[in-house]
Structure formats: C-alpha cells, structure tokens
C-alpha cells in the first residue's frame, strides 16, 4: 500500500510540475486536526492568493487572513495564512490530499498558473 501511495505522490508530482514553482507536501499523522499554509504575499503590488479548489472530503476551510510584515516598511511583503481542519475520516486510510491555490492579481485570474500544496494522512492505529 505504501509504495502504491508513493507511486500516486510521484505520478501527481510530475504530471504537475510544469505549473508549480516549488511543490510542497506536508505529512500529517492521527491526531492533526489542522493544515495550514503559509505563503509569503504582498497585496500592495496587487497580487493576492485566491483559492482554487482542495479536497471537501478531507478538508474544511476554517480561515485565511493577511498578516503584515513587522515594522513600518511601506510595501513590505507579508504572509497570507490558509488554514483548514482535517476530517476524522481522513485518517482511516493513507490519503494523498491537495490544495491549489494561485497568486495573481484579480484580472490575471484566468492566465494565472495554479498552485498546488499536497499533504497525505497516516492511516491511524
């Protein structure tokens, strides 16, 4: 099962690697109820990270806020912080789980390329 699981990772990782700058994965183990994301932002360029999709039978969105760089630096980049709680039934089997956001400023939306973060459960027990 788990060299199926790895097969799965790598096949998700190549077919896609061609619009992702720097693929990430997480590994959550029993017990984590949260993932989250955070992705360096600076909204005063005009960029902003929009949700594209993730899994719903894995995850629920529970936030997303904007947190300014420390300081009085105009224009500084910050951090955009996506969080979300994991499903309990996202843990009786390993799962390969994702969430594809893109940064892009709102009229560059449909030429944006995606991003996707990747995250897989431990099967609990």
């Known amino acids: 099962m788990k060299k199926i699981l790895a097969s799965l990772l790598m096949l998700c990782l190549a077919t896609t690697a061609c619009g992702i700058s720097k693929p990430s994965t997480q ?8 993932y989250t994301l955070r992705l360096p932002s600076n909204p005063s360029t005009g960029y902003s990270w929009f949700l594209v999709g993730y899994d719903h039978d894995l995850l629920t969105l529970k936030s997303h806020q904007y947190i300014k760089a420390q300081g009085k630096v105009v224009g500084a980049p910050g951090i955009s912080v996506w969080q979300f709680t994991v499903a309990k039934a996202a843990y009786q ?31 609990q027990g």
């Open 27 to 34: 590994y959550l183990k029993p017990g984590d109820q949260a």
């Open 93 to 123: 089997a390993p799962r390969l789980g994702h969430v594809t956001l893109v940064y892009a400023r709102p009229w560059e939306l449909p030429q944006a390329q995606p991003q996707t973060f990747y995250f897989v459960t431990q099967q």
